[in-house]
């Protein structure tokens, strides 16, 4: 009998141990959990701040484009309007009624050129369209705008289900898309470009190529090696990839790839086409 | 002595542990129902907390009110009590098998699994007649094997878990809840009941007191545990 009660004992000892040591165990689990949870915690935060970060500082590089822009539009052309508007005006000579009409005319012109261009930057600055009526829309009224200057035609395609990402995003995609048209103006000497949106399993996918004198684009000069540099920047900002491909004579084509999988798609389908 | 003394008898002398533990199974059912979201996990969950219980009260008339022999009343109880522990393997396998990732253990759940199912209809059909020892004894070692092969899936989900992003609360996880309770049940009934039988064969007068700590309050705790799993209000697997 005594031999049983200590077995018995020695039993509720071993069981008594057991419970111990799962509880031990569980508490344990908590612990490293909550260890492992508070980094990750501090992971996540980091990994938004420097993101953060980063969009704040692409912001700023392209208000300083911007602003590069608007300041060499000033000066190239509202500038030489408006100083020959002045020359013209200036040089007015009231006794030859014929030629001061004439150089009235066209200071006129001049002025209503300078208010044109002037319209333009306006247009092109002003983001509200973006926020209003999403990308798409926005890059169809810069291509109407780029088409008025009537040195290259433009085709656009826009294919799959537009998805809507936010305004920020979408301002940074309709920048490089600008900037990609603004080198098409300036460097190319293009007759033709073309635009293609394709919204395919979540991705945007954009391309944008032209038919004009083409470049090594390893070997341009530092001013177009800081701008590719920027916009390839800006599409890693955005989660994706930039891509160029380009010879000399052969033009180039631009390639943007960017997720847009975390968006609702907010709207309709949007399958058009309205190039010419 | 009438029918209600009879039943107060009987629970006092098993220290309320069978009024204590079906009371929680019914908790849990009623949580169950009301509060969790409706899938196939959810559902065997409650039809093994709804066949425990009905057997539970079967146990407790039985050994209350009936004329039956203590033999016969024996024989319904293991024979229900292996009912039990096969759908209780089952639907932890069932629910392991959507949390686990580790496709070898998942692998190893299904032959033991299906080994359980094969000792189970045996046991049912031919009550191991076949075999020397009794009955008896083997009862109480298939319920030993069902706990035993309840551990090492347990233990599985916690490295798994602590190899993974912690992304949700340890404690909104309903999971962590339920596992938990089957480890601690599990744990503390193998040796209970490798040693149960040892202990009514000699007449060890705390007898029932072991029953209550290393059956009933165990038991009882899996039970709490699942029933705040069903609160976390969101699917049992996360």
Known sequence: MQKNTNDIIIFLLVASALILTMAVFIVMILYVYRKKQILFVRDIEQIKLNHEKTLVETQLEMQESTFRHISREIHDNINLSLTLAKLQLNTLNWNNQTESEQKLKTSIELLGLSIKELSAISKGLNTDLIKQQGLVNAVRNEIRRIRQTGLFTIDTIVTGNTVYLDAEKELIIFRMVQEAFNNILKHAEARHAELSFNYTDGTLYIAICDDGKGFEPHAGSGDTQAGLKNMTARAKMLGGVMDISSEPGQGTLLTFIIPCNEYAKRKHTDQSSDGR | ?238
């Open chain 2, 1 to 238: 002595m009438s029918d209600f003394e009879k039943l107060i008898n009987f629970l006092a002398r098993e220290n309320y542990g069978n009024l204590f533990t079906p009371l929680c199974g019914l908790i849990a059912i009623v949580t169950g129902f009301l509060f969790v979201q409706k899938n196939k996990v959810t559902i065997f969950f409650l039809i093994y907390l709804i066949i425990d219980f009905i057997f539970s009260l079967c146990d407790t008339y039985l050994q209350t009110f009936s004329s039956f022999s203590k033999y016969q009343i024996f024989i319904f109880i293991t024979l229900t009590n292996t009912i039990i522990s096969l759908a209780e393997l089952l639907t932890y396998y069932y629910f392991f098998s959507k949390i686990i990732k580790n496709k070898s253990i998942l692998r190893v759940m299904k032959i033991l699994g299906f080994s359980f199912f094969l000792i189970t209809v045996l046991l049912e059909t031919t009550r191991f007649a076949f075999l020397t020892p009794r009955l008896i004894y083997i009862a109480d070692v298939v319920g030993a094997l069902e706990f035993l092969f309840l551990v090492p899936p347990s233990f599985v989900y916690f490295y798994e878990l602590l190899k993974n992003d912690p992304v949700v609360n340890l404690y909104q996880r309903p999971s962590f809840w339920i596992v938990t309770g089957i480890l601690f049940y599990s744990v503390i009934s193998i040796p209970y009941l490798l040693i149960d039988r040892f202990v009514y064969d000699n007449q060890y007068e705390h007898r029932y007191l072991l029953d209550l700590a290393f059956f009933y309050i165990p038991f009882s705790l899996n039970l709490i545990f699942l029933t705040r799993a069903f609160l976390c209000k969101k699917t049992l697997t996360i």
